[in-house]
């Protein structure tokens, strides 16, 4: 169907968000020209608030407003334990448990050997550096339970186990093919408390 140009646009952006198709797109357009036009202005500038002041943590590579994030300078975290995860979602997730005390690093992404992604193009040098001269003692894979998962996993015990770091990975309360921004609390909790090393 034809839309007036600025409603086709605003369509055309919804649909490039994830998970959004082309109904959802419209609805979407549709109920934001609906919206008053303070709230239509909020909305916009939090968009671009949140675009402009977040940053990734040079720590951890988390997304955060402060850098180093709120995690990685917090003195009461168990700094002999980094939880590696594929996105800042992932951290959330975990931290919702309130049960994991150690650090994370992000790896803002997979290796995906089919996509063409490769150790370099993810967040996983400095891993490797923050370990050279830390007290950490154990690694906890925690990417999600899918082939590019699993590949990141693999090379970084690879990696890791020559350097006498224990690499363990989260157990497998999480069904194969599942993201765990999405997996429930108890299941995040079983997940990490029966981790195994890899």
């Known amino acids: 169907m034809l839309y007036p140009t600025p409603i086709a646009k605003l369509i055309d952006s919804f649909s490039k968000l994830p998970g959004i198709g082309a109904k ?23 968009l671009l608030a949140a675009k402009r002041e977040l940053t990734y943590c040079s720590v951890c590579g988390r997304l955060t407003d402060d850098d180093p994030c709120i995690i990685c300078t917090d003195e009461t975290r168990d700094r002999t334990k980094i939880l590696v995860v594929e ?36 967040n996983l040098k400095s891993l490797i550096a923050r370990l050279m001269d830390s007290e950490v003692d154990e690694v906890i894979i925690a990417t999600n339970a899918t082939a590019d998962g699993e590949a990141t996993s693999m090379y970084i015990s690879r990696v890791l186990k020559p350097a006498g770091i224990k690499v363990t990975r989260l157990a497998r309360g999480l069904a194969v093919g599942s993201d765990i921004e999405y997996a429930d609390e108890v299941t995040l909790l079983r997940a990490i408390e029966n981790r195994t090393e890899l």
């Open 24 to 46: 959802t797109a419209t609805r979407l357009a549709f109920y934001t020209i609906s919206m008053s036009d303070e709230d239509v202005n909020d909305f916009a500038k939090n």
């Open 87 to 122: 996105d800042s979602k992932d951290v959330s997730a975990m931290e919702k448990i309130q049960e994991y005390r150690g650090l994370y690093h992000v790896l803002q992404g997979l290796i995906s050997p089919m996509n063409g992604v490769g150790p370099d193009d993810i």
